[in-house]
């Protein structure tokens, strides 16, 4: 049989006090005191104490301390409380009623605690995205900037000093010395000639190089491939060589599904969407050229959840997270052994929660 507690109750207008004697032989460590609407337990090995009120008291505000071996509890209600005296069945089911209570306001409380963590990681995702869209918005600009720099040297025309020059050539050795003038210009695509040489896009004739456009698709894309696997990728050349190759067939996926990687790892996230938006097209069948020439094709689900999930990313670059949820959602759908997807999707529904 447990011993109890000696204590003492002092009730006020809204305050309740109990000072419970712990005695030696308790560990003050091992003491268990347990604050519900209608009750007040205290425990220890061999000991325990229950005090019964007549009425409820607010479980978010009460102190517990303890001094000399004296263990003070303060409780507040709304009106002046007093010793709940009933016969023992009613006791009984009156504890379990207050547990019951107890056990729903401590769920409460950890319900609102994780709603305030999530809220806060949210936010936290949420500036975090806006940094790196500052980031890369930055990092654009600054491109931009030296690209625009290039082009303005490039225009200056460039002054030779005709002197310097003369001084440098060897001297005439006859009336009939030819004098010739040749320039160079830098190019970047060549389109082949009826010769079988080289003319670039401005009617300049370059010298014989290997024309890419007699490659397949196929080898194109390779080649492609192998400008993002060099040690520092050249995402310019193998653009280069994508448009290219989309020129030739709007419709090879393999190639729109590589552009749209390589314009969102570069965050140009406007270029990307409307790659993506194509894609989409593409995979449900309903792109213009598809329509025109009455073409249907079947696409498998790891490419069509591959071109949702790209699309998706596209939309959150640009700040359209609830679109992005949508097929974030739906690629995750079509291929739920992705744990990335699966990732990606939490991620967006804290975002969009966050939103909202």
């Known amino acids: 049989m447990s011993l109890t507690f000696e204590y003492k109750a002092e009730f006020t207008d809204k305050k309740s006090v109990f000072q419970l004697t712990v005695p030696v ?6 003491l268990d005191v347990l604050i519900t609407p209608l009750y007040v337990s205290v425990g220890a090995p061999n000991y325990i104490t229950i005090i019964d009120l007549e009425h409820p008291v607010d479980l978010t505000s009460h102190t517990c301390k303890c001094k000399s071996r004296v263990l003070t509890i303060e409780a507040f209600s709304d009106i002046q ?11 009984l089911k009156r504890r379990n009623q207050s547990f019951f209570q107890y056990q729903e306001h401590t769920r409460q ?4 605690k994780d709603e305030i963590e999530m809220k806060a990681k949210s936010e936290a995702e949420l500036k975090q995205i806006a940094l790196k869209n500052e980031e890369r918005a930055n990092l654009r600009q600054q491109k931009e900037s030296e690209i625009n720099q290039l082009k303005a040297d490039l225009s200056q025309p460039v002054i030779e000093d005709a002197d310097q020059d003369s001084k440098n050539l060897t001297q005439i050795r006859s009336t009939q010395t030819i004098q010739l003038t040749s320039t160079f210009t830098k190019r970047k695509m060549a389109v082949p000639a009826r010769d079988g040489r080289d003319i670039y896009q401005d009617d300049q004739i370059g010298p014989i190089v290997p024309d ?16 993002l696997k060099q040690k520092k990728p050249d995402y310019e050349s193998a653009i280069d060589i994508l448009q290219s190759v989309l020129q030739q067939t709007p419709l090879f996926t393999d190639a729109l599904v590589m552009f749209a990687q390589i ?7 406007d270029e990307s969407l409307q790659i993506t938006t194509q894609l989409m097209k593409v995979i449900q069948n309903k792109h213009e ?12 689900l790891e490419l069509q959840s591959k071109v949702n999930a790209m699309h998706g990313a596209s939309l959150a670059a640009v700040g359209k997270y609830r679109d992005s949820l949508k097929y974030m959602d739906a690629a995750f759908n079509m291929n739920k052994k992705n744990e990335a997807l699966k990732r990606d999707l939490e991620l967006m529904t804290r ?6």
């Open 289 to 300: 050229l598809q329509l025109q020439q009455q073409i249907v094709q079947k696409f498998s």
């Open 212 to 227: 890419i456009k007699k490659k397949s698709p196929q080898e194109q894309l390779a080649q492609a491939k192998s400008y």
């Open 109 to 112: 409380m950890l319900k609102q």
């Open 25 to 30: 032989s308790v560990n003050l460590r091992e």
């Open 81 to 91: 409380n007093s010793i709940f005296k009933a016969s023992e069945d009613v006791i």
């Open 351 to 356: 975002v969009v929660a966050a939103l909202d």
């Open 263 to 269: 314009l969102l790892k570069q965050g140009r996230a």
